[in-house]
């Protein structure tokens, strides 16, 4: 079993093109530990800027939400082959702010990471709950239906690529991050659902990545827990000083 340690950064609604070339600009000026991969989600507007910066440098760029179709009359949309040909390898799909102000359902996340997977990029499939869910005892129910939902028809083979990122709602954006005790714990129920479902093989080799306000001065203490590969990162992510501490966290 190995899982490499996977570090990504969640853009958002930030940076143009030309302040995504000045941020890989900066980000490739710095040396980082060789045994992790490092992903990127920009706007669908900064991919070709993005690829185009960080070519040769191994760093996987993604777009942050896709539509199902290949193409058609859906306005405002783009597909899994349009990101693809723009050079992404990757696609964040079913985070919580398109799920909560974008009406991105279980069966929609299920379609799109269909879709990615058809157009060969790798999905991060975001799952989480919110503070509500939580202080109600639900966390575990909505998190096993959120999988249920998401690889609904998925069979083993489906799964080889596949990225999941717990991101509890209550922890992103807000300052508060899960001790890595917390977060551990959910992992752990991530992967034992993983076995459940599928084998214990998909269970063993799916990455889990954590998220919800994971900075330089935590990220070590969540990446020493057994079931955390990961980090998937939004504020932090936006200054290449910060994101290059994150990328050499001690392990
Ligand atoms: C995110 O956008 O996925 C995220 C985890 O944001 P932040 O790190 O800012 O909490």
Known sequence: MSRKPLLAGNWKMF????QAREFFGELLKQTYKGDRE?????PFTSLEASVEAARGSGIIIAAQDLYWENEGAFTGEVSGPMIAAAGAGAVIIGHSERRQMFGDT???VNRKTRAALAAKLTPIVCIGESLADREGGRTFDLLSAQL????AGFAPADMVTVVIAYEPVWAIGTGKTATPEMAEE???HIRKWLAGRFDQTT???TRILYGGSVKPDNVAKLMAQPDIDGALVGGASLKAADFAQ?????S
């Open 148 to 151: 249920q939902d998401a690889f």
């Open 15 to 18: 940076k143009t093109s030309a």
């Open 186 to 188: 959910v992992h752990a």
């Open 38 to 42: 490092i992903a990127f989600g920009v």
């Open 246 to 250: 994150i990328i050499n966290f001690d």
């Open 106 to 108: 279980g069966e929609w």
């Open 203 to 205: 269970a063993d080799n």
